[in-house]
């Protein structure tokens, strides 16, 4: 067995990005960026007023002048005209500020009668004004590559008359379960069979790590089927099968597939719940055999599919993210596995993080990983834990 470092490292070692492609800015949402997104144009484009006022010479407009107004400047119809000596401009927000006027005194600072304008509030030089290329400069490199794009970065992008981005392809992934006692959502559940949770669930995770889920159905558990359905993926970017990974007889998919040419670089880690985890590659494609029992599937999912995903996707691939919590109650010492262990979270009035994992941590209880709010990381030999002790988890949503 080897460690759950040297395991995320190994996988993540052994892929890459699957390519890229240019996209419409309008469709870059949850994309990862493939190169540097480059401003063709600045913003503000010109300077501009940030409230609506009077645009004046700071010069001119001390407590109490009056000033002849002498244009109006809005956004999107600027005045063409220059603000001299003694003069002022009627100026909106987001307005071109004209020619000669370098300051903007607030329409609530002012009292106007007919064409003339009294300052009631004295002028400072640049106040109230946004400058060309404040927020980004044409030219100027404004996001780094790589990175995964949110809603803001499409506005940011966008706002620098990007129309198109180029981004990292999206990696299709199959997901097969195997096993004869497996059935689909719907479908006849009868005597000694069970409903799929792997299926849909890893769909859904592969789904939200920004790739594209391919379901291929449900391989029984012999040789002929596991062959003929893992043989879908020879298109596809990576292939995940659930169950058949441990040591049972009925246990096929190291035997069967690698007599199809699948190449194991590694099986089994010394983590609990996933231990039989198996990774490799078919046929040249990125392989990966989770366990069958779908807390320890998705648990893997958390810890490998994911920052395997990010890597191909032109990320980093780096582990999950973890935040310091304390125990609410103790724990006993760990043995020579690293394990993962189901909590919820609470925040104390003071803002620190309370860790209570679930009294029952079988990796058959779905339930128990859906209502966590994270996973307590339990390293290798750890001695007992008592109320109160520091602890990293792995946040979930």
């Given at each position: 067995m080897i460690s759950v470092s040297e395991a995320r490292a190994k996988i993540v070692g052994a892929l890459a990005p699957v390519g890229t492609e240019t996209i419409s800015v309008m469709d870059t949402l949850g994309r990862v960026l493939a190169e540097n997104a480059v401003a063709r144009i600045a913003h503000p484009t010109a300077d501009v007023s940030a409230m609506d006022g009077y645009a004046v010479r700071a010069?001119?407009?001390?407590?109490?002048?009056?000033?002849?107004?002498?244009?109006?400047?809005?956004?999107?119809?600027?005045?063409?005209?220059?603000?001299?000596?003694?003069?002022?401009?009627?100026?909106?927000?987001?307005?071109y500020v004209p020619q000669g006027a370098?300051?903007?005194?607030?329409?609530?600072?002012?009292?106007?009668?007919?064409?003339?304008?009294?300052?009631?509030e004295a002028a400072i030089r640049g106040k109230h004004i946004r400058t060309h290329g404040q927020d980004f400069k044409?030219?100027?490199?404004?996001?780094?590559?790589?990175?995964?794009?949110?809603?803001?970065?499409?506005?940011?992008?966008?706002?620098?008359?990007?129309?198109?981005?180029k981004v990292f392809k999206r990696p299709r992934i199959g997901v097969l379960s195997t096993g004869d006692e497996v059935v689909m959502p719907g479908d006849e559940v009868k005597h000694?069979?069970?409903?799929s949770a792997n299926g849909p669930g890893l769909c859904?995770?592969?789904?939200?790590?920004?790739?594209?889920?391919?379901?291929?159905?449900?391989?029984?558990?012999?040789?002929?089927?596991?062959?003929?359905?893992?043989?879908?993926?020879?298109d596809l970017d990576m292939l995940i099968t659930t169950g058949g990974v441990s040591v049972g007889d009925h246990d096929l998919v190291a035997k069967v597939l690698g007599e199809s040419g699948l190449e194991v670089n590694f099986h089994k880690?010394?983590?609990?719940?996933?231990?039989?985890?198996?990774?490799?590659?078919?046929?040249?494609?990125?392989?990966?055999?989770?366990?069958g029992n779908p807390v320890s599937a998705m648990v893997c999912a958390i810890l490998y599919v994911g920052p395997a995903l990010q890597k191909m996707q032109g990320l980093e691939g780096a582990a999950p993210a973890t935040v310091k919590a304390r125990l609410s109650v103790g724990m006993k010492a760990n043995d020579k596995r690293e394990d993962f262990v189901r909590a919820t979270l609470e925040r104390t009035e003071t803002g620190e993080?309370?860790?209570?994992?679930?009294?029952?941590?079988?990796?058959?209880?779905?339930?128990?990983?859906?209502?966590?709010?994270?996973?307590?990381?339990?390293?290798?030999?750890?001695?007992?834990?008592?109320?109160g002790d520091a602890v990293d988890v792995i946040a979930l949503g």
């Open positions: 010069a001119d407009a001390s407590l109490n002048a009056t000033l002849n107004v002498v244009g109006t400047s809005a956004a999107g119809h600027p005045w063409g005209g220059s603000v001299g000596p003694g003069q002022a401009a009627r100026i909106f927000t987001g307005a370098d300051a903007i005194v607030l329409q609530e600072d002012t009292s106007v009668a007919g064409d003339a304008v009294t300052i009631n044409t030219g100027e490199t404004v996001l780094h590559a790589p990175r995964r794009i949110s809603f803001r970065d499409v506005g940011l992008m966008a706002a620098m008359n990007l129309p198109q981005v000694g069979q069970l409903v859904a995770f592969v789904a939200a790590q920004g790739a594209v889920p391919v379901h291929l159905g449900i391989a029984r558990d012999d040789a002929a089927s596991l062959t003929k359905m893992a043989s879908a993926a020879q880690i010394a983590m609990r719940p996933g231990k039989p985890l198996l990774f490799g590659h078919l046929k040249g494609t990125p392989f990966f055999g989770l366990p993080l309370i860790a209570t994992p679930y009294p029952k941590q079988d990796s058959a209880m779905i339930t128990t990983l859906a209502k966590a709010d994270g996973l307590v990381i339990r390293p290798p030999f750890a001695p007992q834990a008592q109320p």
